[in-house]
């Protein structure tokens, strides 16, 4: 039965939990056994430590190549023109080739060898970079770290999505992408403290010595994992969860209706190709990519490094932009925990895509005071609480599957870093600092297209969910099974 426009006028900013909306809650639900408490605190403390510290590093590495072009690279390596704009671009190309193997690989292979192992290359290689002495050997360098590093965000998305419950899986989440707020955060932090104490030590520029310091943290990091990360619920050999304890985190799943089957089969392509959930999700993630906020912070310092009206310190270029990814981190962890509590997803995205309007809105027009101009670029930079917010959504909407679930995240971060490789190329190239005016028009058009489209996903979400209470309605709840949880893979 096809659904009115009234439907989804009324519903648009429902609870997707329906009638089975939780009492408000911070970390478990009211009900809780003790137990359960227990065993989500070892869950959480191996998962949330590995892949927090990993999406950590990764953005230490990520960070790194902007603090060190304003830290004394640009002139070292002569980088006068677009140079900086190609290395990252290389570094994109890795990362959209890289997210579609891994994911698949981690699927067949334990993800506490695959992700540590892709991380201790990256961390070799990181170190290595200190050693360039022409920016022609940058560009390599940054393309493969960029294909290892790729492994990193959708991997954790995939293994998270493995192991938590709808009214669990947002904060986790959004704890995660916390930590690529604090890497780019201490990486800005870093940079200055090497500048004031090891810069020239041992002949070693600043600059250089930030690789080096970026590259063992990152070693360091991928041992952990390699000792503690759990794998998924169906194949975990973790020495800290008992048998009761492995049988309990699948019954958990099975509850939730969120228990998959990842029997490998080659149809996998056409199986993810029939589901609308790949290419309205895609798109979405797509749109993301667009803001501000993926350049937020070398807008920022590129602006306060050539600002005509004031001469700005170089530790105030490093670490004043820092505050766009502490304004981050707290409304991350705020309208995530609202979500997973309410199930009320919509209601924050239009929170979220509301301060983005004003903040890009007031940089298109840019000739405003410099405190609105600093608020500005922290308000048009707050697309953090909308990535745990989209993954949290495309792992439930793909829930059934591993297979599939594990190739749409992947696919979603692949086209996603592909717009972010072109708009930071065309977009945003570091010789229009620092008024950026073609980047914040752009981003601006695109954010006036994600508000669309995110309406577009809520509709085909609420269509698959009244197909689903249809379905059980018309054979009874065991019809349904296969459709349980917020929705299963339907067409």
């Not at 892949?51 to 990520?62: I, R």
């Not at 930590?179 to 520029?205: E, F, K, P």
């Not at 020495?239 to 490998?264: H, I, P």
């Not at 962890?333 to 509301?354: E, I, P, Q, S």
């Amino acid at each position: 039965m096809a659904l009115s426009l009234s439907y989804y006028g009324k519903n648009l900013f429902a609870s997707s939990y329906g009638d089975n909306r939780p009492e408000f809650f911070i970390w478990h639900p009211k009900g809780t056994t003790t137990a359960e408490k227990k065993l989500l605190f070892k869950i959480d403390f191996f998962i949330l430590t590995y892949g927090c510290l990993a999406f950590f590093t990764k953005w230490l590495d990520q960070s790194n190549l902007s603090n060190a072009y304003v830290s004394g690279m640009r002139e070292d390596l002569s980088m006068f023109g677009t140079e900086f704009n190609f290395a990252q671009t290389c570094f994109a190309i890795g990362q959209i080739l890289g997210p579609i193997p891994a994911n698949l690989l981690l699927t067949r292979l334990p993800p506490r060898f695959l992700l540590p192992g892709l991380e201790f290359l990256w961390g070799i290689l990181t170190i290595g970079t200190y050693a360039v002495t022409d920016v022609n050997q940058l560009y390599p360098i940054r393309f493969i770290i960029g294909f290892l590093e790729g492994s990193c965000f959708v991997g954790i998305q995939y293994v998270l999505g493995s192991w938590y419950k709808r009214s669990e899986l947002g904060k986790r989440t959004a704890i995660f992408a916390c930590a690529a707020y604090v890497g780019t955060m201490i990486s800005g932090y870093l940079q200055s403290a090497v500048l004031a104490s090891l810069d020239g030590r041992n002949g070693i520029s600043a600059w250089r010595w930030v690789f080096i310091i970026d590259g063992i943290i990152t070693i360091v990091v991928a041992i952990y994992g390699v000792i503690f990360f759990p794998d998924t619920p169906y194949n975990t050999k973790a020495f800290y969860l008992s048998a009761e304890d492995k049988a309990r985190c699948v019954e958990r799943l099975a509850e939730d209706g969120r228990a998959e089957t990842s029997n490998f089969t080659w149809d996998l392509f056409s199986r993810t190709l029939k589901s609308w959930q790949i290419y309205v999700l895609t798109v979405l993630w797509m749109f993301w990519n667009t803001t501000v906020g993926k350049v937020a912070n070398t807008v920022m310092q590129l602006y306060l490094k050539n600002d005509p009206d004031r001469s700005w310190t170089l530790y105030e270029v490093n670490n004043i932009p820092t505050s766009i990814n502490g304004w981050n981190i707290v409304m991350i962890l705020l309208l995530n925990v609202y979500v997973d509590t309410t199930g009320k997803r919509m209601v924050a995205v239009a929170l979220n895509l509301a301060i983005l309007l004003f903040g890009t809105i007031c940089l298109v027009v840019w000739e405003i005071p410099l405190g609105l101009r600093i608020v500005s670029y922290m308000f048009a930079g707050l697309d953090g609480p909308l990535s745990p917010i989209y993954y949290t959504w495309a792992n439930i909407l793909t829930t059934g599957d591993s297979q599939v679930r594990a190739l749409t995240l992947a696919i979603m971060n692949s086209w996603g870093g592909a717009v972010t490789a072109v708009i930071q190329q065309f977009l945003y190239p570091v010789t229009d600092a620092p008024e950026f005016h073609k980047g914040f028009r752009g981003s601006l058009a695109f954010l006036c297209g994600m508000c669309v489209w995110v309406v577009v996903v809520r509709c085909l979400e609420m269509r698959a969910q009244h197909k689903k209470s249809e379905l059980e309605e018309l054979e009874g709840p065991e019809s349904g099974e296969s459709l349980r949880g917020e929705a299963k893979i339907v067409s």
